[in-house]
């Protein structure tokens, strides 16, 4: 498969429309330092405002998410210059090696993105002895998350119309984010909402939140691969249509 997505990459690392987005981040997350700081319990069945490292954690989820969202189905400014229609029409890339290239893509920044802010995750957890350790699992578990909303993006930005798309991104957001709370019992299905935000739905709903990662960590990864797949796969149906291979 020819590696066009790593120029990809490149101009996504380059592009000052996506250093703002970092840079408006990392304002964000020191304010937000300064305002709770400091917290050196961290427990999971008891959740704390003050508690420096879910607060971070929540805000990584939902800003990773809707990067994730809003780059993969095309409705970002920059992303609106290289549509991913226009490759299935005009590049000599097969429709495979677009959908699977523009998922490495996003997938490669979204990992250069955790490792810039990897030394200020460390920082808010200097008092746990196992913080790398502690930061890595929260980094696989935004990536993991992160899957079913690329590849539900990249469908979404085979559809013309750009109000479609617009609607269908904002849906796919809000869904991964209140979809537990409407279905508490439903939560392994989510593994850093069930972590992070039904702690608190616990609290709210008064539902006993069940999570065994043994058991529930490979249903979640089969879950969203399937959502993936699936998409991706609708995704370069869609896209065979406009190269014009299912017009012969």
């Given at each position: 498969m020819k590696?066009?997505?790593?120029?990809d990459f490149r101009a996504?690392?380059?592009d000052p429309?996506?250093?703002?987005?970092e840079f408006t981040y990392y304002f964000f997350i020191v304010l937000l330092s300064f305002m709770f700081w400091p917290s050196q319990t961290l427990d999971?069945?008891?959740y704390s405002v003050p508690d420096l490292f879910l607060i971070f954690a929540i805000l990584h989820f939902l800003f990773l998410l809707y990067l994730t969202s809003i780059i993969s189905s095309g409705n970002l400014l920059s992303e609106k210059e290289f549509k991913i229609i226009n490759l299935a029409k005009y590049s000599s890339f097969s429709t495979f090696e677009i959908v699977i290239g523009r998922a490495l893509s996003i997938l490669f920044y979204l990992c250069f993105l955790l490792i810039l802010l990897l030394p200020f995750n460390l920082?808010?957890?200097f008092s746990f002895p196992y913080s790398l350790l502690r930061i890595l699992y929260l980094y696989l578990m935004l990536l993991l998350d992160a899957i079913p909303v690329l590849g539900l993006g990249i469908l979404w930005s085979t559809f013309q119309n750009p109000?479609?798309?617009w609607f269908l991104h904002w849906s796919t957001?809000?869904?991964f984010i209140i979809f537990p709370f409407l279905f508490?019992?439903?939560s392994f299905f989510f593994p850093l909402n069930n972590i992070l935000w039904l702690v608190k739905a616990e609290n709210i709903l008064y539902v006993k939140v069940v999570f065994n990662p043994k058991i529930h960590i490979p249903i979640i990864i089969f879950f969203y691969l399937l959502i993936f797949l699936v998409s991706i796969l609708i995704a370069q149906k869609r896209l065979k249509y406009y190269k014009g291979d299912d017009k012969e």
């Open positions: 590696i066009w997505w790593l120029v996504k690392i380059k429309k996506y250093l703002r987005i999971l069945n008891r920082l808010i957890n109000s479609l798309s957001y809000i869904f508490p019992k439903t």
